[in-house]
């Protein structure tokens, strides 16, 4: 089968789930979807089942962290549909503080070292997941290291700093 | 495999017995953990720990220009690195919008298929190793030192090559580089072919290898495996075949599909890419023939860091060479996910750039990750001996797993 045009892949959804589900932008190509939390199990149970769209690859699930804005912390999915070669990326911002979000096993089981990947650097909880610990890092870390906050090198170093190298 | 196994201590009743292998146990190739319950040799449930190696990759590359990243990602997959660092190099293009010249992706389908050759003989010769039959790596490890040759002429290192620049290669494959690539050309086929009629019928490997581990297709769905391991298991998912970067889609080549995802199907597997592979850089080597061959590098010196010679007598290449260095060169602000077919699977990188001389953030969708995890829950109720084969033929390297 052929790819699916991003334009009718947004249709689909925009059918579906209306203004619960918003165009970010297509960069490369590639859909850009933004959704909230509640939505996030729904939406991504449509776009596996849906017998049209067949995303039933999840490639990977990570998280970014923008500290300026209101919602800081991103959770990103990318999924793949290997019959249609047709890929789309999904992305929910959670409040710092509040950053909880149903856990994807549910649908994948290979999600479960993803989502816990992604609660060790930012902290993200992943309500219901069977095993959410710690997978890189030490058990007893306290930071959540990928957050911009966390210094790359100690901070009390004073031969090297970042703004000589422009960050 | 819904309910994954959780370490408990040893109840003084029970027959069952605690065994750790690793962190650092000769049978697992590398610092991998795993806590199992034994009942007998039988494994009843199994935890893995990872993490012994984990270096802050992604957390380094927010701080690195695009060209310091490119030693992060050798150190990923170090049996195969030429294509990590190509695909980072891909990546980079693509958020630049920059296209390659036809001879540069053909030179750089040369130098994947060898790192895949490399990462395949290492893996599949170790395999033959754990079952008792040391002959077949040795054969094959001959030519691996032979492909680390051709790295060498290519870019000077062989382990962990960062080889080529943003835009091609920092200088033209030289004679010497090409005559072993024939010579490679003419003596890998027979050892190849040896090694298979040592093992493709040989009854003491078959018995130790056939169903055991079996993966459906649709648990390897589940769990996201890529690579030889979904292929073996009967998903022929091939990222040089449906996404085709650096010019797959000119070559003509198979993509080796398995029937019952065991270590057997595996083996067989690697071995018949292995036989594509030689098929590509054939191809490959023809294309070249009919490109002008002065071309090793897109014209973009924006990006692509001049000859020293030339930063030393050319005021333009110092300019450039300082901008380029200093991350002086304004990027697009967006983000690209691109990924490439590795040695294990699909490689990811999805980058986030704000502009700025590094990455905003940068993720490597690492296969040996994805497809390690399943290893725990499949282990239950597999012997001992066989976890230990399921190992080595999962292909999973420390570096890449723990990033």
């Known amino acids: ?167 | 495999m819904q309910n994954h196994p959780v370490y408990t201590d040893n109840d003084p009743q029970s027959e069952l017995s605690t065994l750790n292998l690793g962190p650092t146990h000769p049978a697992t190739h590398g610092v991998f953990q795993n806590v199992l319950q034994l009942d007998g040799e039988r494994i009843v449930s199994g935890v893995s720990t990872i993490g012994y190696i984990h270096r802050a990759f992604e957390k380094i590359a927010e701080h690195r220009p695009f060209y310091q990243i490119t030693p992060l990602t050798d150190r990923l997959n170090y049996c195969s690195s030429p294509i990590n660092n190509m695909g980072w190099h891909m990546t980079v293009e693509k958020l630049l919008g920059i296209t390659t010249p036809k001879r540069v992706d053909y030179l750089r389908v040369i130098v994947m298929e060898l790192a895949r050759i490399a990462d395949h003989i290492v893996c599949n010769g170790v395999l033959g190793v754990d079952t008792g039959a040391f002959t077949g790596f040795l054969y094959m490890m001959e030519f691996r030192e032979a492909i680390y040759e051709i790295y060498e002429e290519v870019c000077g290192s062989r382990l962990t090559t960062n080889i080529g620049r943003i835009g091609g290669f920092e200088r033209n494959f030289n004679t010497i580089a090409f005559a072993k690539l024939r010579k490679f050309l003419v003596d890998f086929p027979k050892t190849l072919k040896e090694f298979e009629s040592l093992f493709n019928r040989n009854r003491i490997f078959v018995d130790r290898t056939k169903d055991v581990a079996a993966v459906t297709a649709e648990d390897a769905l589940a769990y996201s495996w890529t690579g030889p391991l979904l292929r073996a298991a009967g998903v022929d998912y091939d990222v040089r075949a449906m996404n085709p970067y650096s010019s797959y889609e000119d070559f003509e080549f198979e993509v080796p599909v398995g029937t019952n995802g065991d270590v057997y199907s595996r083996f067989l597997v690697r071995n018949e890419e292995m036989w594509q592979s030689l098929r590509l850089i054939e191809q490959a080597l023809a294309k070249l023939e009919k490109e002008p061959s002065d071309i090793f590098h897109a014209d973009v010196p924006e990006f692509y860091l001049p000859p020293k010679e030339e930063v030393y007598n050319n005021m333009e290449a110092l300019i450039y060479h300082f901008k380029i260095v200093m991350g002086e060169i304004p990027t697009p602000n967006t983000e690209v996910y691109h990924s490439v077919e590795g040695a294990n699977g699909e490689l990811g990188f999805y980058l986030v750039n704000d502009g700025g001389r590094s990455p905003y953030r940068l993720h490597f969708r690492r296969p040996s990750f994805i497809n390690y995890q399943m290893y725990a829950p499949m282990s239950r109720g597999m012997l001992l001996s066989d976890a230990i084969i399921n190992m080595s033929s999962l292909n999973v390297i420390a570096g890449e797993l723990d990033a």
């Open chain 1, 1 to 167: 089968m052929a790819t699916i045009p991003n334009e009718e892949l947004l249709k689909r959804i925009d059918e579906k789930f209306g203004e619960q589900v918003t165009l970010v932008g297509e960069p490369y190509g590639l859909l850009t979807v933004e959704t909230s939390r509640e939505q996030i199990i729904d939406l991504l149970t449509f776009l596996k089942t849906d017998g049209a769209l067949r995303f039933i690859f999840l490639t990977d699930i990570t998280g970014i962290h923008y500290p300026e804005q209101e919602k800081q912390i991103g959770i990103v999915y990318h999924l793949h549909s290997l019959t249609t070669n047709t890929r789309i990326r999904i992305k929910v911002f959670l409040v710092d503080g509040d950053v909880h979000i149903p856990t994807a096993t549910v649908l994948w089981e290979g999600a479960n070292w993803m989502e816990r990947e992604t609660y060790d650097f930012f902290g993200v909880i992943f309500d219901g997941h069977p095993d959410l610990r710690r997978i890189l890092n030490v058990d007893d870390m306290t930071a959540f290291p990928m957050r911009k906050e966390f210094p790359l090198e100690d901070p009390n170093r004073v031969d090297k700093k970042d703004y000589f190298f422009g960050r």
